[in-house]
């Protein structure tokens, strides 16, 4: 069983950052990979960023150059590092862990409680 619990959300102005945490149960080691998706109002659950458990990330075009994910493996612990906030970030930011070849809450057909992002212009 797996269990990510999302942290750091908030209301900011539009151009403000804001950093988001994803705390697991066990080692993040185990996982293929760490990931960050957003749902915001009325739009389906999207993919923002992705990092590997060698490292490499990958962004959403959308957020490219502005957002950057990390781990802290000692803690646990993935972050979503967001800046250049734009109104349409504003979203329920959701965590998920990718083993073998499966995304644990696609697999579950469930998500947890996530974190809101609201950003204002």
């Known amino acids: 069983q797996v269990q990510l619990v999302e942290s750091g959300g908030g209301l900011v102005q539009a151009g403000g950052s804001l950093r988001l945490s994803c705390a697991a149960s066990?080692?993040?080691?185990?996982?293929?990979?760490m990931g960050w998706y957003r749902q915001a109002p009325g739009k389906q659950r999207e993919l923002v960023a992705t990092?590997?458990?060698?490292?490499?990330?990958n962004y959403a075009d959308s957020v490219k150059g502005r957002f950057t994910i990390s781990r802290d493996n000692a803690k646990n612990t993935v972050y979503l590092q967001m800046t250049s906030l734009k109104p349409g970030d504003t979203a329920v930011y959701y965590c998920?862990?990718?083993?073998?070849?499966?995304?644990?809450?696609?697999?579950?057909?469930?998500w947890g409680q996530g974190t809101l992002v609201t950003v204002s212009s």
């Open positions: 990092i590997a458990s060698g490292g490499s990330a």
């Open positions: 066990g080692s993040i080691f185990r996982f293929n990979a």
């Open positions: 998920n862990a990718k083993e073998s070849s499966s995304w644990y809450h696609d697999a579950l057909g469930a």
